[in-house]
T-cell receptor, first 112, second 113 residues
Framework: DGGITQSPKYLFRKEGQNVTLSCEQNLNHDAMYWYRQDPGQGLRLIYYSQIVNDFQKGDIAEGYSVSREKKESFPLTVTSAQKNPTAFYLC???????????FGSGTRLTVV | SQQGEEDPQALSIQEGENATMNCSYKTSINNLQWYRQNSGRGLVHLILIRSNEREKHSGRLRVTLDTSKKSSSLLITASRAADTASYFCATVLASGGSYIPTFGRGTSLIVHP
């Protein structure tokens, strides 16, 4: 079955550490997105990529970095510069950006 | 900034009743989409309505779009306990060749059995 896989489901980070969240899709979608979800604030766009080797900042990119070396993969690194990283992170993909978006099941990141 | 805003923030109904959620937005859009999210899970795409469409149906779901009022509504008919979830609208704008979905804060729906 085609789909989008996020891992791990739960992640714990110590202060000052970088962590990388994985997002892999086998839907042959061109576009991929990362969102952050906090209670009561809906989804906020971190980064998006329309094609391989190209990506754009979203509304809240500070403290995050991404890469898009393969069409299937769009990993997100939460750096130590992100002061409040505890949140639910969602990855999504789409065809050409105008159709429906397929979401992964999310990664819950907690700073300990 | 959030383009779409859902209303109400929370809705509690009895099984069998209809549930109506609204979404308002600020700028012209390419299309508007509705999603469902069960607690702690990813979002599931429900329905997409383009800017030149006024109404779409999918099973027990009915979506309307009024571009003059910049608003959309999602109607779930004959609700079931399994419909309990958060519902989000996403507006899709075209910007420099990119189509970026922007999500509202969602409506939390509770359907009591």
């Amino acid at each position: 079955d085609g789909g989008i896989t996020q891992s791990p489901k739960y992640l714990f980070r110590k202060e000052g550490q970088n962590v990388t969240l994985s997002c892999e899709q086998n839907l042959n979608h061109d576009a991929m997105y990362w969102y952050r979800q906090d209670p009561g604030q809906g989804l906020r766009l971190i980064y998006y990529s329309q094609i391989v080797n190209d990506f754009q900042k979203g509304d809240i990119a500070e403290g995050y970095s991404v890469s898009r070396e393969k069409k299937e993969s769009f990993p997100l690194t939460v750096t130590s510069a992100q002061k409040n990283p505890t949140a639910f992170y969602l990855c999504a993909s789409s065809i050409e950006g105008t159709g429906g978006y397929t979401f992964g099941s999310g990664t819950r990141l907690t700073v300990v | 900034s959030q383009q779409g805003e859902e209303d109400p923030q929370a809705l509690s109904i009895q099984e069998g009743e209809n549930a109506t959620m609204n979404c308002s937005y600020k700028t012209s859009i390419n299309n508007l989409q509705w999603y469902r999210q069960n607690s702690g899970r990813g979002l599931v795409h429900l329905i997409l309505i383009r800017s030149n469409e006024r109404e779409k149906h999918s099973g027990r779901l009915r979506v309307t779009l009024d571009t003059s009022k910049k608003s959309s509504s999602l109607l779930i008919t004959a609700s079931r306990a399994a419909d309990t979830a958060s519902y989000f609208c996403a507006t899709v704008l075209a910007s420099g060749g990119s189509y970026i979905p922007t999500f509202g804060r969602g409506t939390s729906l509770i359907v009591h059995p």
